[in-house]
C-alpha cells in the first residue's frame, strides 16, 4: 500500500521551499489549473509515500489542533542532525508539544501554514 497525505495551501511556493529546504524533500511532480487547482508532490522517490499540497483562488482558514501533527522518522542520528541544524540555522523556532511524548523523543516546530510537524529522534516503529 502506498500513502499520499493531501492538504490545502494559500501559499505553495513557501510550502515547497520550506519541505525541500528544511525537510530535504523533493518535488516529485505537479499540476496546473487542473479543475482550478494548482499543486505538488513532494517525497522522494524511493518512498511509499509523499504529500500532495494544493492551492485555488479560495483562502483556506486552517483549524489545526495541537494533536494534528506529521511526524518524520530520520534513519539515522546524522539525517536527524542534520534536519535539527537546518531548522536552527534557518531560524525556526522549536515548540513544547502538547503531548509530552514528542517532547522527550522529537523536536516540534511549524511549517508555513501552522501546521506541526515532529522531527522524532527514535526509530519509528
Known amino acids: 500500500m502506498k500513502l499520499r497525505i493531501a492538504r490545502h495551501t494559500n501559499d505553495l511556493e ?14 516529485l511532480g505537479g499540476f496546473k489549473n ?6 505538488l508532490f513532494l517525497g522522494n522517490s524511493s518512498f511509499d509515500w509523499h504529500l ?10 486552517f483549524n489545526y489542533n495541537d494533536d494534528d501533527l506529521l511526524v518524520f522518522y530520520p534513519e539515522t542520528l546524522t539525517e536527524y542532525q542534520s534536519i535539527i541544524d537546518t531548522i536552527t540555522n534557518n531560524n525556526i523556532a522549536f515548540l513544547t ?6 517532547n522527550q523523543n522529537g ?9 506541526k510537524i515532529v522531527i522524532s529522534n527514535i526509530k519509528a516503529v
Open 107 to 115: 523536536k516540534v516546530i511549524e511549517d508555513p501554514d501552522g501546521y
Open 14 to 27: 513557501k510550502i515547497s521551499a520550506f519541505y525541500t529546504s528544511i525537510l530535504n524533500l523533493e518535488v
Open 97 to 102: 508539544a502538547k503531548n509530552p511524548y514528542w
Open 52 to 61: 500532495e499540497f494544493t492551492k485555488t483562488t479560495e483562502t483556506t482558514e
Open 34 to 39: 487542473h479543475d482550478y487547482y494548482d499543486g
